[in-house]
């Protein structure tokens, strides 16, 4: 795997050290800003689903990517989204019910939090379930 050097991301708001990032395999086509899950012992990611408790999400890959290929995933920190469309302050969750999405409305029941919007276009990551 290839190293992940220049990419913007910062650890917290301010901090430009670099966050929390690692690298995996690509389990399935994935477009970049998708939350994955990672199977206990794997290198491999998937699109993940917070219902299910095996696929709740771990992070948040960075690029575009083919199956087999490598992943940069950021498991925490911030990071910059350039799509943006954000809404700072606002916490987001893992999605129930679009694969590897996240919503800003709370979910019933059980739900999980992948972090918060600082600005626009960046977003600390900050992974909790309830």
Do not use: C
């Not at 925490?76 to 694969?99: C, M, N, R, S």
């Amino acid at each position: 795997m290839g190293g992940f050097t220049g990419l913007t991301t910062y650890r917290t708001f301010g901090d430009h050290s670099p966050t929390n990032l690692g690298e995996a395999v690509y389990g399935e086509d994935m477009s970049a800003y998708t939350w994955i899950y990672m199977p206990p012992g794997a290198t491999d990611i998937f699109k993940s689903y917070p219902r299910i408790p095996a696929e709740r999400t771990v992070g948040l890959i960075l690029y575009d990517g083919l199956t087999g290929e490598d992943a940069v995933v950021a498991f925490g920190g911030e990071v910059t989204i350039d799509t943006g469309g954000l809404i700072p302050g606002q916490v987001y969750y893992a999605d129930p019910v679009i694969q590897g999405a996240m919503t800003d409305i709370q979910p019933a029941g059980s739900f999980q939090i992948v972090g918060v919007a600082i600005t626009e276009w960046r977003f600390l990551i900050s992974i909790n379930s309830y």
